[in-house]
Structures are given as structure tokens and as C-alpha cells.
């Protein structure tokens, strides 16, 4: 299943942390938490203990497309295994654990994670169950707290709402905060004769529609109707759009004024009911 903004010919990121589920409950949050990975370039996925087994029906629909990071996805029966091969991992929870441990936001953590990865280590993000979270004793097992800066008095996200804000500070970051794409540059801006030429065009056809009540303001009023214009940046396909605008009303007008004087005379030649008897 693929959807929009999908497109199976960019190559995938794989040089990424390894994010670990620590026994999900629901196959829906695992597709979810799958989904969000792959929308930021996360491929490697490890689930300790999943309630509902493995594979799951619910994961592969959630996940949205993102089946080739379900497909190579490893289980583990508890977390110590999921850990073993790894350098750095951080643990995400939203609780004060009383650990002497650095708690850092996900930005500081892909920052981390960036220069650990770069000097060959490997690094792991773990996320707990969606009802309870990490236990004290898992989050002991890392070496650092993740957390996020969110409502203390309702501080609770779903497992794949973690997952994204995660990881999309990560991708921020590896990416360089590069988007997917930019305005397109397909016309040329406007030259100053283009612009002075539909100035002139506007300001005529606004002298004719008694625009400017004032003689006094006027300059006033057309170098601010001009500074308009000139903050937008016009292309030459917008002052082509402009001129065919102005056209437009101005002929719409001149119909409409056209129609009402002939149906003012059609009145006028029409004799009152009654009109020459005796």
C-alpha cells in the first residue's frame, strides 16, 4: 500500500539509530510507530515481546507501506538481548525516574546519536508499552533519558506520536532541514517596464470607476496602491494575470452599465397601462 508524497524510486536512508519497541500492546501501534520511522528515515526496527505475537495483520495495515522495515524487523524476548550489540541507547519516558542519569530533549539526543553513529558506534531509542511505559528497571539499562517538553498535566503520547517527534528530530538533523521541495521558479520576474505598464493600466481604469474621490490624495493613494504591487514581486504571468483582471472588470462593468440602459429604455417605450383611451 502506498500513498501520497510516496515514491519508490528515492533510495531509503539506512544508516540510522535502531528503534526498539518494548513489548507493544497493539499491532496498530506498532504499524503506526512503523509508519512514522519511515516518513523520517528510520529502517531498523526491534520488538521485545510483542503481546499480540508476530507478524501482525494490524501492523502491516497501519504501517502504510512501510512493509520492507516490518519485513526485516527483529524480536527479541526481552530487552537485555534487544541491547546487547549496542553502544548508546536512550530511553524514552515521561516520568522522573530519580536516576543521576542526563535527561535530554530529542533534539539534544539526535545530535548525540548523529556524532556516536558517525564515529561507528550503534545507537538504539527504546519506547515502552503504551499503558505503562518503560519500567524503572529497563530505563536503568540505558544511558541516557529521553524526553519530550510536553503538558505536564497530561504528558502521556501514543507510541507512535513518540516515535514521529522522534525521529523527526532526527531526520532534521541528518537531513540538514532540507524540504522535499521548493516554490517553483517557472517564471521570470516581472521587469520594470512590465510593472510601470500595468501601474498605468490600473491607475486609468481606476480614474474612470471614480476611485479617487480625493484630488488632494491621490498621489498619495496611487504610490501606496504602487507599493502593494511592488512588495509581492510580480512575474511577468502575474502582471499578465493582473491586466487580464482589470480587463475583465472593467468590460464586465460597461456590459452591465450597457444592460441597464437598455432595459431603462425598453421601460421608457412601453406605454402605461391605459395609455390613449378616451
Known amino acids: 500500500m502506498s500513498g501520497a508524497g510516496t515514491d519508490s524510486t528515492k533510495p531509503w536512508p539506512e544508516n540510522g539509530p535502531v528503534v526498539i519497541l518494548v513489548e507493544p500492546q497493539l499491532g496498530e501501534n506498532i504499524g503506526s510507530a512503523v509508519r512514522a520511522m519511515g516518513n523520517f528515515g528510520l529502517t531498523r526496527l526491534r520488538i521485545v515481546n510483542p503481546r499480540e505475537g508476530w507478524p501482525n495483520p494490524k501492523a502491516v495495515t497501519f504501517a502504510s507501506g512501510a512493509d520492507r522495515i516490518l519485513d526485516n524487523a527483529e524480536i527479541f524476548p526481552d530487552l537485555r538481548a534487544a541491547l546487547a550489540d549496542l553502544n548508546f541507547v536512550a530511553a524514552a519516558t515521561a ?15 539526535a545530535v548525540e546519536t548523529a556524532s556516536r553513529i558517525a564515529g561507528g558506534e550503534q545507537v538504539g531509542l527504546v519506547f515502552g508499552r503504551e499503558r505503562t511505559g518503560l519500567y524503572t528497571e529497563e530505563v536503568s539499562l ?3 533519558i529521553l524526553t519530550l517538553p510536553v503538558n505536564p498535566a497530561f504528558a502521556s503520547l ?4 513518540a516515535v514521529a517527534v522522534v525521529a523527526y528530530e532526527w531526520f532534521k538533523l541528518a537531513s540538514g532541514g532540507a524540504l522535499p521541495f521548493q516554490q517553483p521558479d517557472r517564471y521570470p520576474i516581472a521587469d520594470k517596464a512590465d510593472l510601470l505598464a500595468f501601474f498605468d493600466h490600473v491607475e486609468r481604469e481606476l480614474d474612470e470607476a471614480l476611485f479617487f474621490r ?4 491621490k498621489p498619495v ?4 496602491i504602487r507599493n502593494i504591487f511592488h512588495r509581492v514581486g510580480l512575474t511577468r504571468q ?3 494575470t493582473l491586466h487580464g483582471m482589470v480587463a475583465a472588470l472593467v468590460e464586465g462593468r460597461r456590459v452591465r452599465e450597457a444592460r441597464t440602459a437598455a432595459r431603462l429604455e ?3 417605450g412601453v406605454p402605461e397601462e391605459g395609455a ?3
Not at 516520568?95 to 539526543?109: C, F, N, P, Y
Open 214 to 217: 480625493s484630488p488632494e490624495k
Open 276 to 278: 390613449g383611451e378616451n
Open 266 to 268: 425598453g421601460r421608457s
Open 158 to 161: 501514543n507510541l507512535g506520536m
Open 95 to 109: 516520568r522522573e525516574r530519580g536516576m543521576q542519569k542526563a535527561v535530554l530533549g530529542a533534539d539534544a539526543v
Open 221 to 224: 493613494t496611487i504610490r501606496n
Open 142 to 144: 540505558a544511558d541516557v
Open 238 to 240: 502575474d502582471i499578465a
